[in-house]
Every structure is written in structure tokens, then in C-alpha cells.
């Protein structure tokens, strides 16, 4: 299949009057059956911690996490139907102002923002906290689709190849570098470099970027005592269970105790305010200890047969603007889909990075639905065909 600059070669684009089609059910059915799950799953991590209440949050209400939870999936799925509703061209109109937005809310961030767990990530608003990394996400895939299909056979110079992404990268990671937000800062500049690799840039350039992050990790390494510190504890966290290894050491234990078929659906002794995280960043290491490694495995084929059929509906799109989008946002899901599971497992150095549609967080539900509204939308042309 190729493509002749906006337009996927070998599909035309007859004017339609009347009813658009509907979008694509499968990517619905398999996105909807996932997030049930991931809010049961809420539920059954979080009533411990919630009934305990440390932080003097949730009022010793052991469903609070879950109420919650519940009332942003629903209304997620109404974002997730209005963004399917919307045509392509409206996201494409309004990418940049989406963009602008975003650059804005991170700049309020540093000077405004909610403080956290030593970070400052969130903004403020009504009672709600909003955290504007995950905009930003969306920000990256809706501005770099546009400024590809613009850019289209001039993607391979380095003035319109790459000069323009990678300021607008260095913009954003710069600013989430303040907050700090390292785990944001790398799914994007990830996600930005596989639009960049769909735009037809240059391999050379990815070559020469490899280079340099290397570079960059092991200057971190050798001044940095704190990022060494991390790496040792990664290799060997059992070496120091009790400080900085022992979210890591108690998320292998949480694994290890569900074996084959799992303790059952709320059976998890390490929710028991042993295992951080447990109904956020942790969530699966929890799905593990209840369903075992069968349960477990069987969320995880859920989570691959939504990523292939979003690839799917982006290969099958008739503009590549859209192709674009698709593939990107689903990039995006299996990229913080993989970092997640591996944190858990000890597979890469643990640092927070959610699980989609199972962590808890409002305001990270919602866009991620949105996100796949948009899918929903673009697969409308799709059955046109």
C-alpha cells in the first residue's frame, strides 16, 4: 500500500450525504471488556488501602477508589462516543490550538501545580486534579500528523524532517523535565520517534539519536549518583528490600504469589498496604497474585488483539492523517501497555508509568478513551469501503 500525500493510493473519497457508518465494534467490544475489568480490578485492589486511609483521603469509605473509578469510566465512555462522532478533519483543524493548550497547562504546572509524592505533576481544577502530561501524549501524535501530511516528501531533509519535531519535543520534555515527569518524557520522545519513522525520515538520524541518548545515559550514570543508585537497585533489588528496592521487592512477591490460576478475585494478601501502588503504577502486579499467571496472560491477550486491531483500522484508513493518528495512538497504548508490565516485573527500573484503562486516575481514564474515540472515528471511513 503507499501513499500519495494525504490520500492512501488505491481508495477514493466519494462525498457521502446522510447517516455516517458506524465505527469500528470489535476495537469497541475489546476496549469496553477491558475497562470492566480494569474497574473490578480497581475495586479489589484498592478497598484495603481505602479502608485504612493513610493519607486521610478517602474517609475510611473502602469503596472511594472505586466510586470514583466507576463514575470516569462512564464518563469516559460519552468522551469515547462524542470523539467518535467528530470527523477526522476536526482534529486535524484544531490540532495546533490542542497543542498550544497543552504547552500552557505545562507551563502553569511548575508555578501552580498540585505537589505530590515529591513531584509536581497536576493542576488544580474545581476539586479534580488534571494532569497535562497526558494531553501532551495526544498533543505530539495530532500535531506531528498534521505537520507530516504538510511536510509530506520533504520529510527526509533535515529543515522539515526533523528540525520542527524535534523542537517541539524538546519543548515538552524540557518542561515535564521541571515537573519532574522522566516517565512521561521518555513514552513521548518514544511515540514521537515512531511518527517520525512513519513520516519517512531518515534512519540516520535515529541512528545519530541513539547515539546521543547513550551518551547522555552514561554522563547520568557517572555524575549522577541518585540514576546509578537506580540502576543498581534494578539489577538487585533484594539488595536493599527494606529502602529503596522494596516497592519493586514486594511487587515480585505480589507476582509470585498468584502461581498458576491465582489466589481469586480479591484474594490478594499484598494490597494488605504491603505492596505501593497497588491500585495505581502496581495494578497488575495485583491481577497476578488474584488470577494468576492465566488470568493475567489472558488480559494481556485482550490488551495485544485491541493494539493489532487498532493497527488494523490504521492500515485500512483512507487518508493519512488518519493512518497516522491511528498508529500513533496505538503506539502509545502498547508502548505504556509494555513499560508498565515490565516496571512490575522488574524487566526495566521501576518508575511510574500506568497501566491504561486499569490504573486508577480520573482524569488519565478519560483522555486515554478519548484517545480511543479517535480510533472509533477514523475506522468510520474504514467502513465506508
Not at 347 to 362: A, D, E, H, K
Request: hydrophobic residues 50%; proline residues 4%.
Amino acid at each position: 500500500m503507499r501513499y500519495d500525500g494525504t490520500r492512501l493510493a488505491g481508495f477514493s473519497a466519494p462525498e457521502k450525504k446522510g447517516r455516517r457508518p458506524g465505527f469500528d465494534e470489535p476495537f469497541f467490544t475489546l476496549s469496553m471488556l477491558l475497562l470492566m475489568i480494569g474497574v473490578v480490578m480497581v475495586l479489589s485492589s484498592s478497598y484495603a488501602r481505602a479502608y485504612y486511609d493513610p493519607g486521610n483521603v478517602t474517609g475510611g469509605n473502602a469503596a472511594y477508589y472505586f466510586v470514583r473509578q466507576l463514575v470516569f469510566a462512564l464518563l469516559g465512555i460519552g468522551c469515547m462516543l462524542l470523539a467518535s462522532r467528530l470527523p477526522m478533519g476536526f482534529y486535524r483543524r484544531y490540532a495546533f490550538h490542542f497543542l498550544i493548550l497543552t504547552l500552557v497547562l505545562l507551563m502553569l504546572v511548575p508555578v501552580i501545580g498540585v505537589k505530590a509524592n515529591g513531584s509536581r505533576r497536576w493542576l488544580g481544577v474545581g476539586g479534580l486534579t488534571l494532569q497535562p502530561s497526558e494531553l501532551a501524549k495526544l498533543a505530539v501524535i495530532l500535531s506531528f500528523s498534521v505537520m507530516i501530511c504538510r511536510f509530506r516528501g520533504r520529510m527526509r531533509t533535515f529543515r522539515y524532517g526533523l528540525l520542527p519535531f524535534v523542537g517541539i519535543l524538546a519543548v515538552i520534555v524540557g518542561l515535564l523535565v521541571l515537573e519532574p515527569h522522566f516517565s512521561a518524557s521518555v513514552i513521548i520522545l518514544a511515540t514521537g520517534a515512531v511518527m517520525l519513522f512513519l513520516g519517512g525520515v531518515r534512519l540516520g538520524w535515529f541512528v545519530g539519536a541513539f547515539a546521543v541518548a547513550a551518551g547522555g545515559l552514561a554522563v547520568l550514570l557517572t555524575f549522577f549518583p541518585y540514576a546509578s543508585s537506580r540502576i543498581n537497585t534494578w539489577r538487585d533489588p533484594f539488595s536493599s528490600a527494606s529502602d529503596e528496592g522494596y516497592q519493586i521487592v514486594q511487587s515480585l512477591y505480589t507476582i509470585g504469589s498468584g502461581g498458576l490460576s491465582g489466589l481469586g478475585l480479591g484474594g490478594s494478601r499484598q494490597k494488605f498496604l504491603y505492596l505501593p501502588e497497588e491500585h495505581n503504577d502496581f495494578i497488575f502486579s495485583v491481577i497476578c497474585e488474584e488470577l494468576g499467571f492465566i488470568g493475567a496472560a489472558l488480559i494481556l491477550v485482550l490488551f495485544a488483539m485491541l493494539i493489532l486491531r487498532g493497527y488494523w483500522i490504521a492500515l485500512h484508513c483512507r487518508d493519512r492523517f488518519s493512518f497516522l493518528v491511528c498508529a500513533g495512538i496505538t503506539t502509545l497504548l502498547a508502548i505504556q501497555v509494555f513499560l508498565n508490565v515490565a516496571v512490575v516485573t522488574n524487566l526495566v527500573p521501576c518508575t511510574g508509568i500506568s497501566l491504561p484503562l486499569f490504573s486508577y486516575g480520573g482524569t488519565a481514564l478519560l483522555i486515554q478513551l478519548g484517545e480511543l474515540g479517535i480510533i472509533l472515528s477514523a475506522s468510520r471511513s474504514v467502513l465506508e469501503n
